[in-house]
């Protein structure tokens, strides 16, 4: 059987590492990891070159020479605030960057997985499925809109979206930690977390995430997909529902809402997904929250009372 040949960008990062991991977990795929740093920060043994998406003619010397039949495109500014204050650097990688790979994978034949976000939508109506109208209330929702777009403006139907929500997960000597991590960091220590009660998500974990992916890789399928966990919650639960699982005290969490945060970025109030389109077409299963939380806790090392 010939072997799916996957590029991975940005595959140093959360959702990079997981894939990367996932992928060489079988030998369906060759898989050639690429991310800004001259060396991979995971220690799966797997081809690695550098790459910043930002370069164009570098994409298209990487993209003739391995041609991919597959591209991930995982590399992303993620941080919210960061977007924010360097609009011009958010813009190159979540936007241009992605026409810029859209362009070069129509010109080898590959198809096209783009990350995007909840982001993208208001939070006025959350849970969304796939068609609901974007309409994103900062920066960063702006540009993987943007990128999204990208996707349409040539004549290449060949790409997908996974939209995403609030990953969480562990991974190797990353450069941003995730929210749950903050947590648990915070709630080892016995430090104080003000979290908001007025923002509901419905956590991902990573590698549920990484395994959707794999199967939309190996479906070939195209349009946009909603993959997330399944449960709505709001960010103070899913502290008192990490101190629960792994056994902190929960008295550092204290309920705030939004505007207790007075010069923090807007961010969409209620988002979460309605995973139906994933779960039917591409059997994409995530575990439950708590089971998530306990796996993480596991990876850390910290156990959750029996
Ligand atoms: N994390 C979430 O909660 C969340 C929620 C919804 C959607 N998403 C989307 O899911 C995707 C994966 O997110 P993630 O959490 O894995 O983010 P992440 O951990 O921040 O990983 C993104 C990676 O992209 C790399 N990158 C940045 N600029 C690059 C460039 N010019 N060329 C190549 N690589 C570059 C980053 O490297 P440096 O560290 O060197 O900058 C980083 O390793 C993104 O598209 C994100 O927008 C994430």
């Given at each position: 059987m010939l072997r799916t040949r996957v590029l991975i960008t940005g595959a140093n990062g959360l959702l990079g590492q997981a894939l990367v991991r996932r992928l060489s977990s079988t030998d369906d795929h060759d898989v050639l990891a690429t991310a800004?740093?001259?060396?991979?920060?995971?220690?799966?043994?797997c081809d690695y070159t550098q790459l910043d998406v930002t370069t164009p003619d570098a994409v298209e010397t990487l993209l003739t020479d391995y041609d991919p039949d597959v591209v991930v495109n995982c590399?992303?500014?993620?941080?919210v605030t960061e977007c924010d204050e360097d609009r011009n650097r958010a813009w190159a990688v979540n936007a241009r960057a992605v026409r810029t790979l859209a362009k070069q994978c129509r010109s080898v034949g590959a198809r096209l997985i783009q990350l995007s976000t909840d982001?993208?939508?208001?939070?006025?109506?959350?849970?969304?499925?796939?068609d609901a109208r974007p309409d994103p209330v900062n920066y960063y929702g702006r540009t993987k809109l943007a990128g999204e777009n990208a996707l349409r403006e040539?004549?290449?139907?060949d790409w997908a979206v996974v939209r995403t929500v609030l990953l969480y997960g562990t991974a190797k000597d990353l450069s941003r930690s995730n929210v749950v991590l903050w947590m648990i960091d915070r709630l080892s220590e016995g430090k104080p977390l003000r979290v908001v009660d007025d923002q509901w998500r419905t956590p991902t974990y990573v590698r549920d995430l990484a395994d959707g992916i794999v199967r939309l890789i190996d479906r070939d399928r195209t349009g946009i997909y909603h993959m997330s966990g399944r449960e709505m919650i709001t960010i103070h639960e899913l502290a008192r529902t990490v101190a629960d699982v792994l056994g902190f005290?929960?008295?550092p969490i204290e309920p705030v809402s939004s505007?207790?945060?007075?010069?923090?970025v807007d961010r969409p109030p209620k988002t979460g997904f309605i995973i139906l389109k994933a779960e039917t077409e591409l059997g994409y299963d995530p575990r439950p929250l708590r089971e998530g939380l306990r796996t993480v806790g596991k990876e850390l090392g910290v156990s959750s009372p029996s």
């Amino acid at each position: 059987m010939l072997r799916t040949r996957v590029l991975i960008t940005g595959a140093n990062g959360l959702l990079g590492q997981a894939l990367v991991r996932r992928l060489s977990s079988t030998d369906d795929h060759d898989v050639l990891a690429t991310a800004r740093d001259d060396a991979p920060r995971f220690d799966v043994p797997c081809d690695y070159t550098q790459l910043d998406v930002t370069t164009p003619d570098a994409v298209e010397t990487l993209l003739t020479d391995y041609d991919p039949d597959v591209v991930v495109n995982c590399a992303a500014v993620s941080d919210v605030t960061e977007c924010d204050e360097d609009r011009n650097r958010a813009w190159a990688v979540n936007a241009r960057a992605v026409r810029t790979l859209a362009k070069q994978c129509r010109s080898v034949g590959a198809r096209l997985i783009q990350l995007s976000t909840d982001f993208v939508f208001n939070g006025k109506r959350g849970p969304y499925e796939e068609d609901a109208r974007p309409d994103p209330v900062n920066y960063y929702g702006r540009t993987k809109l943007a990128g999204e777009n990208a996707l349409r403006e040539f004549d290449f139907l060949d790409w997908a979206v996974v939209r995403t929500v609030l990953l969480y997960g562990t991974a190797k000597d990353l450069s941003r930690s995730n929210v749950v991590l903050w947590m648990i960091d915070r709630l080892s220590e016995g430090k104080p977390l003000r979290v908001v009660d007025d923002q509901w998500r419905t956590p991902t974990y990573v590698r549920d995430l990484a395994d959707g992916i794999v199967r939309l890789i190996d479906r070939d399928r195209t349009g946009i997909y909603h993959m997330s966990g399944r449960e709505m919650i709001t960010i103070h639960e899913l502290a008192r529902t990490v101190a629960d699982v792994l056994g902190f005290d929960p008295s550092p969490i204290e309920p705030v809402s939004s505007d207790y945060f007075e010069d923090a970025v807007d961010r969409p109030p209620k988002t979460g997904f309605i995973i139906l389109k994933a779960e039917t077409e591409l059997g994409y299963d995530p575990r439950p929250l708590r089971e998530g939380l306990r796996t993480v806790g596991k990876e850390l090392g910290v156990s959750s009372p029996s």
